[in-house]
């Protein structure tokens, strides 16, 4: 089992080192959330309707991942900072604390979960008759938000301790048993949505068991722990400073739920539950999409963190600008491709020929500007990594609260462009959004650390 040592070596390889396993879990992982879609939408006589019924639930596993990434994604930044400082200390005590913090969240929402399902499914675009499906597979679903958070939440210590090839184990353990586990429930048992909400509950109730094993265990470089009464009552600013950054995080997954509500509610309105349908198989289709930029991403954050808590500036203006090139090369792929057979896209979720006809149209004007995502991106995993919370939190609320949200009632309503307002939303934020995000960057952080730099010599 090798650690990756963020301090020594080439950028490259360290950052390929993270981003790799990552990416090969981040693939199947996707295959996690994807395939209960599949085969969802594969159900005799009722698939269609049933995906979009779910479809509406993803709002709230939305809601679910914002928690999650804020302690998740808030932790892991200020974990990695104080290694760079050979602070064990603090980064221990940082670890404990999300943990603690992840806990307490997962038991909170489960419990409201399950109070207000309905009305909560109501709002966020659930008909009557979308309502047969999407209620039970959301109370199923919620039962697994301490396995869900706890997993996911914890990944990103382990992988901030440089053992990559275990984050990545921790990650296939459930996918690969949510895919084995659907067909069964959902087919062989005869369950439907059902059987695909309690294959996911078991695949990450797995996912997390292993997590916990390994950062208690003595393998771990920084070893878990539950924390006592003193402890829990001694860490109110370290909870206030992963919240703080974690926010930004939490915001933007947030906001993709509002956006997500907004949308459902409009399309439903303008063009039925057929265009809901549509937006699940785009929302789908984009996670597919932005997967290996998340991975990258995600996979230079230790990287800028340890070398910025280190003081070592060249490594991490380096870092950035490789993680830059990489995700832009693969965007112009993907956006060549989309261009080109949108239709190989939409064919994993669904084969009927009506909804084939309107998700071409609507994916031509959904993804025209998906090569603007890497600005945001990896603008937005710099601020996270150097604990700029400001910077990070204001950005994950301008692309998708102040552009996306208005755009899609001002398009589909006040230009008069129904559905195709709704769809034409997201690639004009992507420009505005991540180019403003990338320019900030660039005099905020790019030019001190240049300056740093000059010093050092």
């Given amino acids: 089992m090798r650690q990756v040592d963020f301090s020594q070596g080439k950028i490259f390889r360290n950052i390929m080192a993270i981003s790799l396993p990552m990416l090969a879990a981040q693939i199947v992982n996707l295959l996690y959330n994807i395939v209960d879609r599949i085969y969802i939408a594969r159900i005799p006589e009722t698939g269609t ?9 993803f709002s709230a596993v939305i809601i679910i991942t914002a928690f999650t990434n804020m302690f998740g994604s808030g932790g892991s930044p200020l974990f990695s900072m104080a290694r760079g400082r050979q602070d064990r200390e603090e980064a221990a005590a940082i670890q404990n604390t999300a943990f603690f913090l992840l806990l307490v969240t997962a038991v909170g929402i489960t419990a409201v979960g399950e109070l207000i399902a309905r009305p909560m499914l109501s709002l966020f675009g659930a008909s009557e008759e979308a309502m047969v499906y999407a209620l039970p597979y959301m109370r199923i679903y919620l039962l697994g938000t301490i ?36 067909p069964v429930f959902i087919f062989a048992f005869g369950m439907g949505v059902r059987g695909a909400a309690i294959a996911t509950v078991i ?10 094993q390994f950062l208690f265990g003595k393998r771990a470089e920084y070893r878990l722990h539950i924390m006592t009464r ?43 539950d057929l ?3 549509v937006m699940t198989i785009a929302n789908s289709s984009r996670q597919i999409f932005e997967t290996p930029m998340t991975a990258f991403t995600e996979g230079t954050s230790p990287v800028l963190s340890y070398n910025y808590g280190a003081r070592r500036p060249a490594r991490v203006r380096r870092a950035y600008w490789i993680m830059f090139a990489i995700n832009m090369v693969y965007s112009i792929a993907v956006w060549i491709w989309l261009r080109l057979q949108p239709e190989t896209a939409i064919a994993i979720f669904s084969s009927d020929p009506v909804i084939m006809k309107d998700a071409v149209h609507a994916f031509h004007i959904y993804f025209s500007a998906f090569v603007f995502m890497v600005f945001q991106h990896c603008s937005q995993m710099m601020f996270k990594s150097l604990g700029m ?13 102040i552009l996306v949200a208005p ?18 939303a997201e690639p004009i934020s992507n420009v505005i959004g991540g180019l403003a995000c990338f320019f900030t960057m660039l005099i905020t952080v790019m030019r001190p650390l240049k300056k740093q730099e000059k010093e050092q010599k």
């Fill in 389 to 401: 919370k400001k910077h990070a939190i204001f950005f994950s609320i301008f692309r998708k609260g």
């Fill in 230 to 272: 003193e402890e829990i009552r001694g860490c109110t600013k370290r909870a206030g400073d992963i919240i703080g950054l974690g926010m930004a995080a939490f915001v933007m997954q947030l906001t993709n739920s509002l956006v997500l509500i907004c949308s459902n509610s409009v399309l439903s309105r303008t063009g039925g």
């Fill in 49 to 57: 309707e049933a995906l979009g019924a779910v479809g509406v639930c």
């Fill in 203 to 212: 695949s990450q109730a797995c996912s997390a068991c292993f997590v916990l």
């Fill in 147 to 182: 396995f869900s958070m706890t997993a996911a939440g914890m990944n990103p210590f382990i992988n901030a301790q440089g053992f990559s090839t275990v984050g990545m184990t921790t990650v296939l353990i459930g996918a690969v048993l949510n895919i084995v586990l659907d």
């Fill in 275 to 277: 265009y809901v349908t």
């Fill in 407 to 424: 755009l899609t009632y001002i398009l589909a309503y006040g230009c008069h462009m129904g559905t195709d307002g709704v769809f034409a």
